[in-house]
C-alpha cells in the first residue's frame, strides 16, 4: 500500500474518464509520434542516398522529378539524354566522378538500373555473396531484394517494361542473378545493378539483336542514357557546374540538396498542421484531466481529509493528486508511442514503393521530447486542483459529513 | 494523559465557547455530553490536532499539541489518535484490508497485517476484508471505521456521535465494540454523543 496504489486504484474507480483521458493524451502522442518518425526516416533516407551526390544531370524537365527518379528512385525518369553529350559532360575536369543511369525497367516493383562500376565506388557497395555483375544481362542485386523476391545466386528473371508493374515483359532475354549485395541501409538495397548494354538489349527490336556485341564505348556513341550522377572535384564547381550544364547543353543539371530542401519546404505545411493538431489534441487532454481532477476533489474532499486525519502531511496528498494526472498521461504517453510505432509500421506495411518504406521498429530521439511533454502535460493539468489539498479544512469537512 | 487547559474557540459568526479545563488519565473512559451545537465537535477536533483553538492549550502526553510544526502534528495524530467519526468516511477506492493498511501508511508507521486482520476478528467482519465500502452496511462500515482508528496502536480513541446513524442493536455494538478494544488496545477512550443509549457503558462525563 503506498500512494501509487491509492493513485490507480482511485483513477481504476472512475474507469470512463480516466479511459477518456488516457485516450485523449495517446491520441496526441500517437501523432507527434508517427510524424516525429517519419520526418527522421525520410529526412535520413534523403540525406543517405544522396550523401556523395553533388549534383544529377538529366533530360530537361522537373528538376525534382530528375532527382527523385536518379537518386530515390521514386518518381518517373524525366527523359532520356544523348549518350555522347553525357560522355562529354563526364569528362569535364570539374567532373571527379561521373555514374551513368540507364533506367526503365523493373522486376518486381524492384528498379533495374544500367550502370557502369562507378556507381559501385559512388556508393560503396560490397558484396555479401557472388560477383558484381561483368557482362550484358548479368545482374547484381540488393539484400532486400533478394530476400523478398526469393532470389539466389544462378537465378535467373525477366524484366518488366514500365517502373511497376508486370504487364509487359521482356520475354527475349533472361537476367540472370551473379551476387548479391550486403545490406547497405540506402536505396541501393531495393536496385537491381546492371550494366547499360543489358538495358539497351532489351528495348531493342528482337531482330536487330545479334548486331550489337561492340565496346561499351561503341553503345554509348549511338544510344541514350537516363542520367548521370556527378560528383565534384572541388566545391567551387557548385555555382558553375550546374549553369554550364543548364545554359550550354540540352539537359538540366539539378542540386539533390536544393531539390531534397524544396520538396521539404512543400510537404512542411502538412507536417506543420498536424503537428499544431496533435499539440491541440494535447492541449485538450490536459483540459480534459484538469476538469476531471478538479470536479473530483468535491467528491475526493472527503478522502482527502481522512487521510489528513489519519496522518498524512499536505504534500503527501498534493503528491497524490499529482500523481492521478501523471499516472494517466505516463499512460497515455506509453500507449501513444506505442500506437505510433505500430500506426507507422502498419502504414509501411502498405506502401506500395519498396524504396521509401517507412517501418515503426526505429526509435528516434525526440521521442524523449514526447515524454517529457506527457509528464509536463500531466502536472499542469493537475498542479492547480492538487494544490486544492492546501485549502481543505478537515476538521469542518469530517464533522459535517457528506 | 491528556490535559487542557483554559481552552476556548471563536466560530467565525463570532460566537466564543470557554472550555472547562480537564484531564484524562491513561485508560479511562470519558464521555463527552452536551446538546447539538454545544461545540462537542470542536472539542474533539481541538483534542484531536485538527483545529487550532483561539486560546488555551492541549497536552497529550507532555507534548504541547500546537507548539508541533504542522508536519509532525499530523505525525503526531496518525501515531498516537485514532478517531471515529459520526460517518465512516472509508475510502470507496479500496477495500477494507487496505482501508485498514492507509491508516499505518499514512501514519509513516510499518503494516501490520496480522493486528489489522486480527481487529477485523474481534470486531466480526473478518470475512469483509476483501470488500468494498459501497458492498457493507452502515453498521459494518463503522466497525470498520472503528477499527481503522485502532490500527496504530493509539494512546486515545476519540469517537465523535458513532451511534447517530445506527439502530439500537448497532448502536450497542458499536458502543461495546469501542470500550472493550479501548480496554484491550489500552486506549484512553473519550465519546461525543448525546444518545442515552452510550450512556450506560461510561461512567466518567464532562459536560458542554
Redesign the interface.
Known amino acids: 500500500m503506498n500512494i501509487f496504489k491509492i493513485s490507480s486504484q482511485n483513477l481504476y474507480r472512475n474507469k470512463l474518464t480516466t479511459l477518456l483521458n488516457i485516450i485523449l493524451v495517446a491520441f496526441g502522442v500517437g501523432i507527434l509520434t508517427i510524424l516525429f518518425l517519419a520526418a527522421n526516416q525520410i529526412g535520413n533516407k534523403l540525406e543517405k542516398n544522396a550523401k556523395d551526390i553533388d549534383l544529377v544531370v538529366g533530360a530537361k524537365g522537373s528538376p525534382l522529378q530528375l532527382i527523385m527518379s536518379s537518386i530515390y528512385h521514386i518518381d518517373f525518369p524525366t527523359g532520356n539524354i544523348p549518350a555522347a553529350d553525357a560522355y562529354r559532360l563526364m569528362k569535364n575536369p570539374m567532373v571527379k566522378r561521373a555514374v551513368p543511369l540507364a533506367l526503365g525497367d523493373n522486376y518486381n516493383g524492384y528498379r533495374i538500373v544500367g550502370t557502369d562500376t562507378t556507381f559501385t565506388g559512388l556508393y560503396g557497395l560490397s558484396l555479401q555473396s557472388g560477383n558484381f555483375w561483368k557482362k550484358d544481362l548479368e545482374v547484381t542485386i540488393g539484400n532486400t531484394v533478394a530476400l523478398t523476391a526469393k532470389l539466389h545466386i544462378g537465378d535467373t528473371f525477366f524484366g518488366a517494361h514500365g517502373l511497376t508493374g508486370n504487364s509487359d515483359i521482356h520475354k527475349q532475354h533472361a537476367y540472370v542473378v551473379k551476387g548479391i549485395l550486403k545490406p547497405q541501409g540506402n536505396i541501393t538495397d531495393n536496385l537491381i545493378l546492371t550494366n547499360i548494354g543489358s538495358v539497351y538489349k532489351m528495348h531493342e527490336a528482337p531482330e536487330e539483336a545479334h548486331e550489337h556485341s561492340a565496346t561499351e564505348s561503341k553503345e554509348i556513341n549511338n544510344k541514350q542514357i537516363t542520367s548521370i550522377l556527378i560528383q565534384y572535384r572541388s566545391p567551387m564547381s557548385v555555382i558553375v557546374f550546374p549553369r554550364m550544364v543548364n545554359q550550354s547543353t540540352n539537359m538540366q543539371a539539378a542540386s539533390p540538396a536544393m531539390e531534397s530542401a524544396r520538396l521539404f519546404s512543400l510537404i512542411g505545411v502538412g507536417v506543420n498542421t498536424l503537428k499544431w493538431f496533435a499539440v491541440l489534441i494535447m492541449g485538450i487532454a490536459a483540459l480534459s484531466i484538469f476538469i476531471s481532477l478538479y470536479n473530483a476533489m468535491k467528491e475526493r474532499k472527503y478522502d482527502l481529509a481522512v487521510m489528513r486525519c489519519l496522518g498524512a502531511s499536505k504534500f503527501k496528498l498534493f503528491l497524490l493528486v499529482l500523481l492521478d494526472g501523471l499516472l494517466v498521461t505516463a499512460i497515455g504517453t506509453c500507449l501513444g508511442l506505442l500506437i505510433g510505432h505500430a500506426a507507422l509500421e502498419l502504414i509501411g506495411a502498405f506502401q506500395e514503393s519498396s524504396q521509401a518504406r517507412l517501418s515503426g521498429m526505429l526509435i528516434v530521439p525526440q521521442e524523449l521530447y514526447l515524454i517529457a511533454t506527457g509528464f509536463f502535460t500531466g502536472v499542469l493539468a493537475s498542479v492547480i486542483p492538487a494544490l486544492q489539498i492546501y485549502k481543505v479544512d478537515i476538521a469542518e469537512t469530517l464533522t459535517k459529513g457528506h | 494523559m491528556i490535559n487542557i487547559t483554559s481552552l476556548a474557540h471563536n466560530y467565525e459568526q463570532g460566537r466564543r465557547i470557554v472550555f472547562p479545563d480537564w484531564e484524562i488519565a491513561d485508560m479511562e473512559h470519558w464521555l463527552l455530553l452536551g446538546a447539538s451545537g454545544s461545540g462537542k465537535?470542536t472539542l474533539l477536533?481541538i483534542i484531536?490536532g485538527?483545529?487550532k483553538p483561539s486560546q488555551g492549550e492541549v497536552f497529550i502526553h507532555d507534548t504541547n499539541l500546537y507548539t508541533l510544526p504542522?508536519?509532525r502534528m499530523?505525525?503526531?495524530?496518525?501515531?498516537n489518535i485514532g478517531?471515529v467519526?459520526?460517518?465512516p468516511?472509508?475510502?470507496?477506492?479500496?477495500n477494507v484490508l487496505?482501508n485498514l493498511?492507509?491508516?499505518?501508511?499514512?501514519?509513516?508507521v510499518p503494516?501490520d497485517a496480522e493486528h489489522n486482520l486480527a481487529l477485523l476478528n474481534d470486531l466480526g467482519i473478518a470475512d469483509k476484508a476483501q470488500n468494498y465500502p459501497a458492498q457493507l452496511s452502515q453498521g459494518q462500515l463503522q466497525r470498520v471505521s472503528v477499527a481503522?482508528a485502532l490500527v496504530?496502536k493509539p494512546d486515545l480513541l476519540i469517537a465523535?456521535e458513532p451511534t447517530s446513524s445506527l439502530d439500537d442493536v448497532n448502536a450497542a455494538q458499536v458502543t461495546e465494540m469501542l470500550t472493550t478494544q479501548a480496554r484491550a488496545n489500552g486506549a484512553a477512550l473519550v465519546i461525543a454523543t448525546h444518545d442515552q443509549r452510550v450512556c450506560k457503558y461510561i461512567t466518567k462525563t464532562y459536560l458542554l
Not at chain 2, 89 to 94: K, P, T, V, Y
Open positions: 465537535s477536533n484531536a485538527l483545529l504542522a508536519r499530523d505525525q503526531f495524530r496518525g501515531k478517531i467519526f459520526q460517518r468516511h472509508l475510502i470507496q477506492s479500496l487496505d493498511e492507509l491508516a499505518a501508511v499514512m501514519a509513516g503494516v481503522r496504530n465523535d
